[in-house]
DNA sequence: CGTCTTTGACCTGCGC
DNA sequence: GCGCAGGTCAAAGACG
């Protein structure tokens, strides 16, 4: 009884989601006309990444006042010269070395570390989807990127600037995750033993501030099974790659604590690049507007275009700061943001630091963040620090 | 009709 | 060995 109604509350909070929607993009709307970075909107555009051992277990194994171990939620300031604009304000080579004393290094980025299983980011998105009206078809919804790799929100303004909303990275390390988990009262024999089988899988889990369960990353997923979690009201789900030969898998929950936050764990690599029919937008994954950084993609659909690095690096070898998120948010030319797939967030080993070095600018530097972030927002993160520096 | 979701059953691993 | 929880399978139904 209590089972079914959890379950039940469950669907009826998916059934708001698109509600929600509207909400969503009014409040966007209203960011974008803010200049100040230094604003604290509603929305946390936050950015964890973990350890390469962290797991989804680990995570929601942890005592829990907060719903998570790590402060994702930390209020900070822009001003910290360490917050998430700032990052985007370093281009890829600075993320691969910077070694300042700031809180999160990219040197400890998980990524470079391969022997791992699961690396955590977290993402805030917008909490809900675009502002698709129901009089579109099914279809967009379903394709409206909602993913950490994958947001895309209409906008009632091309110039859009600005999510004025604080954007943080805090990169646990690697060593930090294993102490923790050494740090268990199981023997160390049977945590050894699990270790080896975590390093078995490459595990990337994303943590989501999205009402949206099922985040569109633009892969096309296949729901193969649902489980009740322990200690939570909510369920989760299990997704399998569709492509054929593609044994990528993910699995969606929803924090029990913060069902605003959502876990997204993708498992494994996927063998193929982007799809070629994301939800039935092929036309756009070959748009020449890709070139220029936008896409054509008309105002009442969304699509997955395919990045211009995909179009021609189809077989980088396998570059770890690509291996996020090879989704990058563009705006079309009606305004409506158009996300790219995560292709990193599978891990497809294209090497993005060789791609686009003539045109696209807000993709060509900014390494693993441009991949995660819109770059609209990337680009309004240098368009103010520019304007900073003037005030200056 | 094809695709996707739902859901109960089944399998597997782990802890006791 | 048993029970539990997580993970997967597969048939049935929903949906466009």
């Given at each position: 009884?209590?089972?079914?109604?959890?379950?039940?509350?469950?669907?009826?909070?998916?059934?708001?989601?698109?509600?929600?929607?509207?909400?969503?993009?009014?409040?966007i709307?209203?960011?974008?006309?803010?200049?100040?970075?230094?604003?604290?909107?509603?929305?946390?555009?936050?950015?964890?990444?973990?350890?390469?051992?962290?797991?989804?277990?680990?995570?929601?194994?942890?005592?829990?006042?907060?719903?998570?171990?790590?402060?994702?939620?930390?209020?900070?300031?822009?001003?910290?010269?360490?917050?998430?604009?700032?990052?985007?304000?370093?281009?890829?080579?600075?993320?691969?070395?910077?070694?300042?004393?700031?809180?999160?290094?990219f040197?400890?980025?998980?990524?470079?570390?391969?022997?791992?299983?699961?690396?955590?980011?977290?993402?805030?998105?917008?909490?809900?989807?675009?502002?698709?009206?129901?009089?579109?078809?099914?279809?967009?919804?379903?394709?409206?990127?909602?993913?950490?790799?994958s947001?895309?929100?209409?906008?009632?303004?091309?110039?859009?600037?600005?999510?004025?909303?604080?954007?943080?990275?805090?990169?646990?390390?690697?060593?930090?995750?294993?102490?923790?988990?050494?740090?268990?009262?199981?023997?160390?024999?049977?945590?050894?033993?699990k270790q080896?089988?975590?390093?078995?899988?490459?595990?990337?889990?994303?943590?989501?501030?999205?009402?949206?369960?099922?985040?569109?990353?633009?892969?096309?997923?296949?729901?193969?099974?649902?489980?009740?979690v322990k200690?939570?009201?909510?369920?989760?789900?299990?997704?399998?790659?569709?492509?054929?030969?593609?044994?990528v898998?993910k699995?969606?929950?929803?924090?029990?604590?913060?069902?605003?936050?959502?876990?997204?764990?993708?498992?494994?690599?996927?063998?193929?690049?982007?799809?070629?029919?994301?939800r039935?937008?092929?036309?756009?994954?070959?748009?020449?507007n890709?070139?220029?950084?936008?896409t054509?993609?008309?105002?009442?659909?969304?699509?997955?275009?395919r990045?211009?690095?995909?179009?021609?690096?189809?077989?980088?070898?396998?570059?770890?700061?690509?291996?996020?998120l090879?989704?990058v948010?563009?705006?079309?030319?009606?305004?409506?943001?158009?996300?790219?797939?995560?292709?990193?967030?599978?891990?497809?080993?294209?090497?993005?630091?060789?791609?686009?070095?003539?045109?696209?600018?807000?993709?060509?530097?900014h390494?693993?963040?441009?991949?995660?972030?819109?770059?609209?927002?990337?680009?309004?993160?240098?368009?103010?620090?520019?304007?900073?520096q003037?005030?200056q």
């Amino acid at each position: 009884m209590e089972k079914k109604i959890k379950e039940d509350h469950h669907q009826e909070q998916q059934k708001e989601e698109l509600n929600s929607t509207k909400n969503m993009e009014t409040t966007i709307s209203s960011s974008t006309h803010m200049m100040n970075l230094g604003t604290i909107s509603d929305h946390h555009h936050q950015i964890e990444v973990a350890g390469s051992n962290m797991n989804l277990s680990s995570i929601f194994d942890t005592p829990i006042s907060s719903p998570f171990p790590y402060s994702y939620f930390e209020d900070h300031s822009s001003n910290n010269p360490n917050s998430f604009l700032d990052l985007l304000r370093q281009d890829q080579h600075q993320f691969a070395s910077s070694s300042n004393s700031s809180s999160f290094s990219f040197d400890a980025f998980p990524l470079q570390n391969n022997n791992n299983n699961t690396n955590l980011f977290f993402t805030d998105l917008p909490l809900s989807q675009p502002s698709t009206t129901k009089a579109e078809s099914s279809e967009v919804v379903s394709t409206t990127p909602t993913s950490p790799n994958s947001t895309s929100f209409s906008s009632s303004s091309n110039e859009a600037a600005n999510d004025t909303t604080n954007k943080e990275v805090i990169v646990k390390d690697q060593e930090d995750v294993d102490q923790q988990e050494q740090k268990s009262t199981k023997p160390q024999l049977k945590a050894k033993t699990k270790q080896q089988k975590k390093a078995r899988e490459a595990r990337f889990a994303f943590l989501t501030k999205s009402d949206i369960d099922n985040l569109d990353d633009g892969y096309r997923w296949r729901k193969y099974g649902q489980k009740a979690v322990k200690n939570s009201p909510y369920p989760r789900s299990y997704y399998r790659c569709t492509t054929v030969g593609c044994g990528v898998k993910k699995r969606v929950e929803r924090s029990s604590d913060d069902p605003s936050i959502v876990m997204t764990t993708y498992e494994d690599q996927h063998t193929h690049p982007f799809p070629m029919t994301p939800r039935g937008h092929i036309g756009m994954l070959t748009s020449p507007n890709l070139e220029h950084g936008a896409t054509t993609a008309s105002s009442s659909s969304f699509s997955i275009p395919r990045p211009r690095y995909l179009l021609s690096q189809h077989h980088q070898p396998y570059n770890m700061y690509n291996n996020s998120l090879s989704m990058v948010n563009r705006s079309s030319s009606d305004g409506t943001f158009v996300n790219l797939g995560p292709s990193s967030f599978s891990r497809f080993g294209y090497d993005m630091s060789q791609a686009s070095t003539s045109t696209t600018s807000t993709i060509r530097d900014h390494g693993l963040l441009q991949d995660i972030l819109p770059s609209q927002i990337r680009s309004d993160t240098i368009n103010t620090r520019t304007n900073e520096q003037d005030t200056q």
